[in-house]
């Protein structure tokens, strides 16, 4: 967990410009955003799931986003109002 955080803290001192972005950058991004759910400590979870559960990434996605939404109620009624906006 040290290396994966040591490594989110290195791209977040020196993000990359005018690259192609990586899923880490994405989460840095999401990190930023004001009233972002995600916290580090997420952040970090999601990471080392993905990095070493990759044979089982898309259950595992799945049921991290369940949990989150779950965990947020906001965001469960967001992506209601979403959902049955179209």
């Known amino acids: 967990m ?5 490594i989110m ?4 001192a ?6 192609e972005k990586d899923f880490l950058d994405l989460v840095i991004e999401e990190m930023k ?11 970090l979870d999601l990471l080392l799931i993905l990095a070493f559960a990759a044979f089982e990434t898309t259950s595992t996605a ?3 986003a369940v949990k989150n939404v779950g965990e947020h109620p906001q965001v ?10 179209f």
Do not use: D
Not at 9 to 12: A, K, L, S, V, Y
Not at 14 to 19: A, C, E, G, V, Y
């Open 9 to 12: 803290e290195e791209r977040r």
């Open 76 to 85: 469960l009624e967001e992506l209601t109002v979403s959902f049955y906006a």
């Open 2 to 6: 040290e290396i994966i955080k040591s």
């Open 62 to 64: 799945l049921t991290l």
């Open 33 to 43: 955003k004001n009233g972002s759910l995600m916290t580090e400590a997420m952040a």
């Open 14 to 19: 020196s993000p990359k410009k005018n690259q």
